[in-house]
């Protein structure tokens, strides 16, 4: 555990309606099986509870894929500009980026802006999924997240307790996450919380929409 911060816990659960998450990073790695995903979600967490990590660091989770292979990496902070300075340390890029590529090649993970959270019920999510969707430009991912965020719940199949809408920095592509209290189903596959760790949010910040951000209480 990393206790060179006394503001970082262990928290396997991502919470998605944080207020003064300001970038959301995303990505889906692909293993080979169930040990191999353990094993890089716990080499991957190992590692980040070993290094340093700024004020602007929120989270950072992995979640396990219901299909045995696929891992969610999720991530928040406070801005954009913060995590690049972070990612263009030499020594972060020496000591947990090389720890985290030994464990699996991969490209670096999707930038998203939040730009809206909808907490359609009561209740405490465990259970994910994770969609992606194409867009023209920001606005446009906007307008979808808007579209998106008035549906009405669908028949059959548990509804989610919470949803948070993501549009890529470029502004090509709109990320939903969403958070059920049962197991959603479905073709592809859905993620549990493995590991995570979380910086504690200061009084005041918890439960609500991103700062500056629509939201929305108990829409169906």
Same mark, same amino acid.
């Given at each position: 555990?990393?206790?060179?911060?006394?503001?970082?816990? =262990?928290?396997?659960?991502?919470?998605?309606?944080?207020?003064?998450?300001?970038?959301?990073?995303?990505?889906?790695?692909?293993?080979?099986?169930?040990?191999?995903? %353990?094993? !890089?979600?716990?080499? !991957?967490?190992?590692?980040?509870?070993?290094?340093?990590?700024?004020?602007?660091?929120?989270?950072?989770?992995?979640? #396990?894929?219901?299909?045995?292979?696929?891992?969610?990496?999720?991530?928040?902070?406070?801005?954009?500009?913060?995590?690049?300075? &972070?990612?263009?340390?030499?020594?972060?890029? +020496?000591?947990?980026?090389?720890? !985290? +590529?030994?464990? $699996?090649?991969?490209?670096?993970?999707?930038?998203?802006?939040?730009?809206?959270?909808?907490?359609? /019920?009561? *209740?405490?999510?465990?259970? &994910?999924? !994770?969609?992606? $969707?194409?867009?023209?430009?920001?606005? @446009?991912?906007?307008?979808?997240?808007?579209?998106? @965020?008035?549906?009405?719940?669908?028949?059959?199949? =548990?509804? =989610?307790?919470?949803?948070?809408?993501?549009?890529?920095?470029? *502004? /090509?592509?709109?990320?939903?996450?969403?958070?059920?209290?049962?197991?959603?189903?479905?073709?592809?596959?859905?993620? /549990?919380? &493995?590991?995570?760790?979380?910086?504690?949010?200061?009084?005041?910040? /918890?439960? *609500?929409?991103?700062? *500056?951000?629509?939201?929305? #209480?108990? %829409?169906?």
């Amino acid at each position: 555990m990393n206790l060179t911060d006394t503001g970082l816990r =262990p928290d396997a659960r991502p919470d998605l309606t944080r207020p003064d998450a300001g970038l959301v990073l995303a990505s889906l790695w692909h293993t080979e099986g169930p040990e191999r995903q %353990r094993r !890089v979600m716990s080499g !991957v967490m190992d590692a980040w509870e070993k290094t340093r990590l700024p004020p602007a660091y929120l989270a950072r989770h992995c979640l #396990e894929g219901s299909d045995g292979r696929t891992v969610l990496n999720f991530a928040q902070w406070t801005s954009p500009a913060a995590h690049r300075a &972070f990612a263009a340390d030499p020594g972060n890029q +020496q000591t947990l980026g090389l720890a !985290v +590529q030994a464990l $699996y090649s991969a490209d670096p993970p999707g930038r998203y802006v939040p730009c809206r959270v909808v907490r359609r /019920r009561a *209740g405490s999510a465990g259970f &994910f999924t !994770v969609r992606w $969707y194409d867009t023209e430009d920001a606005g @446009a991912g906007r307008s979808l997240a808007d579209e998106l @965020a008035a549906r009405p719940a669908t028949a059959g199949g =548990p509804a =989610p307790v919470v949803e948070q809408f993501s549009v890529a920095e470029d *502004g /090509r592509r709109l990320l939903v996450l969403a958070g059920f209290t049962a197991e959603p189903g479905g073709t592809g596959p859905w993620f /549990r919380p &493995f590991r995570g760790l979380v910086r504690v949010a200061a009084r005041g910040a /918890r439960g *609500g929409s991103p700062a *500056g951000l629509p939201g929305q #209480e108990g %829409r169906a």
